[in-house]
């Protein structure tokens, strides 16, 4: 008779690595296939069953809220380190980044408009706010440039990406947005 494998159930014990897989399974899956990734494939990929998946995130928009906001937390501690005028352009680049990376997060966002105790975005306005300033005082970024701002910005770049009909499009798409906007955000997104 073969032998097989059974994973042992840890429960409690294993309920922060659950969690952590599931995003980091969210965060893979959601880049690759978009926010409407099955379920049951980030449950897979994590290694849990669906049972554990909806226990730690009941709804899709829970997980993509969780990853969004493991993202925002890179930010805070990014910008923690960062102290010189140009600390906005870098944060600037790096949110760029996530949001390039996935799309899912402003699909998250635009699906958790009925659930005000999700404060992420009003997170981003925070932990870019300082660093702007900075660099507006600098001469780094437009004068008039607010947190606002950069999150319409942000909505603009969701746009292209959306609509664009391949990354490398998009891409080119993106710069050439952001650079009839303000020349030194473009700059800081082509930067290595």
Do not use: C, K
């Amino acid at each position: 008779m073969p032998s097989t494998t059974r994973q042992r159930n840890r429960g409690p014990a294993a309920a922060a690595g659950n969690r952590a897989a599931l995003v980091t399974a969210g965060r893979r899956l959601f880049a690759e296939q978009g926010y409407a990734v099955p379920l049951s494939a980030v449950a897979r990929e994590a290694g849990v069953g669906q049972g554990v998946l909806y226990r730690h995130f009941p709804t899709r928009t829970d997980l993509a809220l969780a990853v969004f906001t493991d993202n925002i937390d890179e930010i805070e501690e990014l910008e923690a380190r960062q102290t010189g005028p140009d600390a906005f352009l870098v944060l600037w680049r790096r949110v760029v980044e996530h949001l390039i990376d996935s799309t899912a997060f402003v699909d998250a966002l635009v699906h958790a408009g009925d659930r005000p105790e999700w404060a992420g975005a009003q997170r981003l306005e925070g932990v870019l706010s300082r660093p702007m300033s900075r660099a507006r005082d600098a001469g780094l970024v437009d004068e008039r440039l607010t947190p606002d701002d950069v999150l319409l910005v942000l909505r603009l770049i969701y746009g292209v990406l959306v609509t664009s009909p391949d990354r490398a499009t998009a891409r080119g798409e993106i710069d050439r947005a952001v650079e009839l906007i303000d020349p030194r955000l473009a700059a800081a997104l082509s930067d290595d």
